[in-house]
């Protein structure tokens, strides 16, 4: 006997909207589960922000999700797992899962030349977090690092297939060709937008790895282990919560999760805080 | 004689960086006023905020300027200015003044065609912010809006030549060069960075009208209106406060101001909000 429900959906926080990507994941791989997202889109983005801020964050947006009784909680945002993963374990009973793990196992499954280039937000890179959890199971991987910072607003402008957009990825991606991976993991939510442009200027023998798909795998891992895994017949829920005004949110949501979605609650972030002092 | 000492400190704050291009141009128009500066770092970018969200933040960041004995606070955030003024007007004795209104005021002496441009975030546009002030004035003047959402973070990569900026800004300034204005206000403080890129853009006959300038040159008018005028005979000396790590901040301080800067401090947001309660 499990002490979560298993009817009880899955919570899903992000900074804002990349974690949309990932939503659209869990749905298509595992559709009768219900999906809380919350999308901290008063204080987005999280990359460019501290560590200490970071987690401060992460555990108030954890908080809010737990309040929804979620039996599961996904950190889907690449920069909160790479600071904040212990810790909401440690705080949590439900199993907590972030993007770096599922994004690093699948990535060394793929490369068959040893060599993984990683993708992400500066905080995500400074913080080296898939090269260190790459070396715990493989310390011969050659990993190659590089932030992205300008993919994030190109990918919310919607320009994923613009000129702008190419010259920005031959910039940032030149040192990663260069390198001779073959194997890249979009180490940030909101990269699979831009995928097609990516693997474009990667060339299609380089294997781009969606942390989103790998996440989705391993919550179904989860789930099947503790057996928490929803019995429904019928097509799961998603509730969708910001911190911000709905608008925008509700516009770009369109595009990450390919459909429109009309749920959306905004709620205090202040009310939050309170609640996770 | 006047309530506020008139040794005491100009005020500025920004969500983040942005406005320490108007810092720069204060400490170039007024050499010896000494400036306490405030930037939101950990809850930057306001731009793609909800008008309510930016109103709580602007007031909490002004309460920490007072809380400094400023004698005067610049909203040195187009996005603050445009949905935040006439409260923290209401809310404090010392003058304040935003960014629209000189912006505004400087494209109308320079105008002849009567055609002028305004660019800015997605805020700031949306808000009609520019328009609205130039229209009281003089309502013959035909004001073309354009939000440029990726000129913040391709300033802050410091890409200021770079090919992808140029393929961004003829996206984005197309329809203004079409229009034929002969007036262009920068309405963010972070457009001055790419100044040389619009510049190049929009042709040589377009005046670009940067919001900083224009501000330092009512902060100045405000100080001798009410007899605030620094009289050092020294140089005044800038504090500068923000809200996150301060390590970003120092490095693109750097090109933002022009000069290197060591006395920035960290304070806890949270304490902000705890004070303007």
Redesign the interface.
Known sequence: MNFFNRSNSVGVFDSGIGGLTVVKRINSFLPNEGIVYFGD????PYG???N??VIEYALQDANFLISKNVKMIVAACNTASSVALELLRENYKVPVIGMIEPGAKMALENTENGKIGVIGT?STIRNRAYSQEIKKHDSKITVFEKAC??F???A??GWID???TY??AE?YLAELRIAGIDTLILGCTHYPILSNVIQKVMGNSVKLIDSGTAASLIVEEYLEGRNLRSKSAVPGNNEYYVS??P??FTEVAQRFLGKKITNVTKIDV?EI?KKSV
Chains 1, 2 share one sequence.
């Not at 889109?41 to 987005?44: D, G, H, I, K, S």
């Open positions: 889109t008063a204080r987005v460019s922000k501290s200490s801020t500066n910072p300008l994030v607003p190109l919310e402008e613009h000129k702008a010259e920005v910039e911000d005004l608008v925008k202040e805080i």
